[in-house]
């Protein structure tokens, strides 16, 4: 199975009032290991970026003025994702971005779920830990995966610990890069290899004595005995 870790950062919360996405990063799994591909593209939103996104993730309007603009990026990232399984934490928000740029690049591409089919990580994350916290880096701190280096919100680092988490959630498994290269490991540091060891125990069956048995069928005739009067009072 094909499946890419995404995630996006943008100028702002809502495309709604024409927030725009400046980064997107993606990570290609197959059968739950890394391969080693990867897509992460900076972009020009050609608008301001608010100061409370500054704040989250650090990219200023600066830093993307010679970036490529959306819709010169379209056709490479769609290709790199399409007929994956996308997996995303809080995916309504990425998803509800992306559409809305492919809808400003009146691309025939359509919108998202026209072509991935997406897993919501913070939606999985809510069922399995109801009432407790769900952000990224508490998931982290749950699964014991290192999220140290992180202190911004970055798309590449983000799906590296997303990953990880991802497996944790989903079966224990996070050794994430067993088939990428040494390169590749010394470029994302921050995607520290958990390992969770698998213990394999024999069960052992007891049986119950022919003592335990006698006390055990006294016990019941007791309980339907005193079921019976109970139900003789309420017919009264």
Known sequence: MRQII????????SPEEGHRIIEIGCLEMVNRKFTGQRYHQY???KRDIEEE????HGISNQFLLDKPLFSEILEEFMSFISGAELIIHNAPFDVGFINHELKLARASWGVVTDHCRIIDTLALARQLHIGQRN???ALCKR???DNSQ???HGALIDVHLLGQVYLAMTGGQSSLF??????????????????????SRQLRVLRASVIELALHEEKLKKMAEKGQCLWEKSEQ
């Open 178 to 199: 067993d088939g990428s290269t040494q390169e590749e490991h010394k470029n994302n540091e921050a995607a520290e290899v958990v390992s969770q060891p698998v213990i």
């Open 150 to 152: 992180r202190d911004l």
């Open 143 to 145: 699964y014991g995966v």
């Open 43 to 45: 972009i020009n939103p």
């Open 53 to 56: 996104a500054l704040a989250v």
């Open 6 to 13: 995404l995630d996006t950062e943008t100028t702002g919360i």
């Open 135 to 137: 952000s990224l880096d």
